[in-house]
């Protein structure tokens, strides 16, 4: 249980953090348009509707930043590398790196929602003071641009009675990437639902890429400058404070008070995004340059049940346990990429993948070099990239789970540990290598050629882990698995409820593959 609190809390700690930093800037940017003299005659048509609105766009910004970091790959890989004499606790924190990427986009889509409400207000409020002839002074604020004629005079965008909302979102910059906006988001945020991305995965991928319109359409969206401000020149020769009950001598040439001029506000999204997007930039071009580097299929195998085993080699390519690379074949599709765990040890001389047919992309792959009298298909490989199951070696014990093809990334640990065994590697921490069990028709498994087979059946995991607790009082273990949610429960459970409170005891660690 030691070890579980503490990697719990870390990631309590991370989590806080990142929330805490959302609510600091919603209340900043909302005290701030709420209070600031420079917004005062905003206020005044406008209310409250502004700060939600600009509030919310503070922290859209801070998001935005954000959702492209845990899936910059090599960023990731790069970190784990240099990570490695950190603590656990912290290393695995770059493990839930989806889960964060989700999380970020799910406080986007939150934001969205509340950044468009608001901004439906202001519009409501825009055309009802523009339509008002009461003399209020939100009602002069909205004609001061007939009145002045002046392009700094302007404070609403709705400037003739004639002007729909409509027209105003439809013509302008705000209003039209603020549509495209919306639109790529509902469209990438339904798309990576889980059935969708399971069953449709070109869909997911395809339409995931509407993250360029995105971006493209956040960084100009606040061009346009609909929502105004008071200039400080303005401010310093007519400070509302002081003019704003007099409104109705703006007009005297006696008065002491001018009508206030109003300037746009500065594009922000830019300077928010523009670090993140630079190295995402960077680690695309670093992956099409790897992408390009030639592949050499040097083995093709036919295994039972739909399962294509490729074995390759490539320039300079250094793999190890547990790793996994992205695959195009250009002759089926040359924008979609599939991640695949490798199979073979980094010990071998060739790496290799396993295929099953899940669906179109894969089906028709394994079609391709089913054909024998066609030229084999061109492949193209990105990667490798780091996964939890390279921490394999730093356990004395470890728990291998692999459910269907999920037990693929399992095969390249257990072909590496005989490789070890075989040279007697003297830095080898794990001491217990007992028995590999795969369910499989054949004699041998397809995937690591061992002759052991197994008993079906659903294991009893509180037997298991009071087993290995028992045997191992002393040891640290690591649990890895590769399957599905229901079963990464039950593991994570037990693994809380038989880690030891004496941190000198047997502690579980719990780690899932995720892609």
Known sequence: MGNWVVNHWFSVLFLATWL????????????????????????????????????????????????????????????????SFCRHALRKQLDHNLAFHKLVAYMICLHTAIH?????????????????TDGSLASILSTLSQQERDE??????????????????????????GVIITIALVLMVTSAMEFIRRSYFEVFWYTHHIFIVYFIGLEIHG??????????????????????????????????????????????????????????????????????QKVVITKVVMHPSKVLELQMSKRGFIMEVGQYIFVNCPSISYLEWHPFTLTSAPEEDFFSIHIRAVGDWTENLIR?????????????????????????????????VG??????????????????????????????????????????????????????????????????ANAHPKSVVGVFLCGPQTLAKSLSKCCHQYSSLDPRKVQFYFNKEDF
């Not at 391709?368 to 390279?390: C, K, L, M, N, Y």
């Open 403 to 468: 459910a269907g093809i999920g037990v693929t990334p399992f095969a390249s640990i257990l072909k590496s540990i005989w490789y070890k065994f075989r040279h007697a590697d003297h830095n080898l921490k794990t001491q217990t290598a007992g028995h590999a069990a795969l369910n499989f028709d054949k004699a041998t498994d397809i995937l690591t050629g061992l002759k052991q087979k197994t008993s079906f059946g659903r294991p009893m995991w509180d037997n298991e882990f009071s087993t290995i």
């Open 223 to 292: 061009i346009g400058g609909i929502v105004r401000g008071q200039t400080e020149e303005s401010l310093n020769e007519s400070h509302p404070h002081r003019c704003a009950e007099f409104f109705e001598q703006w007009d005297d040439h006696d008065s002491h008070c001018k009508h206030p001029r109003f300037e746009g506000l500065p594009a922000e999204s830019w300077k928010w995004i523009l670090a993140p997007g630079i190295l995402y930039i960077f680690e695309r071009i670093l992956r099409f340059y790897r992408s390009k």
């Open 20 to 83: 805490g930093l959302n609510v600091f800037l919603f209340v900043h940017a909302f005290l701030s348009y709420e209070k600031a003299d420079k917004y005062f005659y905003t206020r005044e048509i406008l209310g409250s509707a502004l700060a939600w609105a600009r509030a919310s766009a503070r922290c859209l910004n801070f998001n935005s930043t954000l959702i492209l970091l845990p899936v910059c790959r090599n960023l990731l890989s790069f970190l784990r590398g240099t990570c």
């Open 152 to 177: 700094d005079s302007w404070i609403n965008p709705i400037q003739s009675p004639n002007m729909t909302v409509e027209y105003v979102t439809f013509t302008s910059i705000t209003g039209v990437t």
């Open 368 to 400: 391709a070099f089913e054909q024998q009298h066609s030229p084999i298909p061109r492949i193209e490989v990105d990667g490798p990239f780091g996964t939890v199951s390279e921490d394999v070696f730093q356990y004395e014990v470890a728990v291998l």
């Open 116 to 132: 468009i409400i608001a901004h439906l207000f202001n519009f409501e409020h825009y055309s009802r003071s523009r339509w008002a």
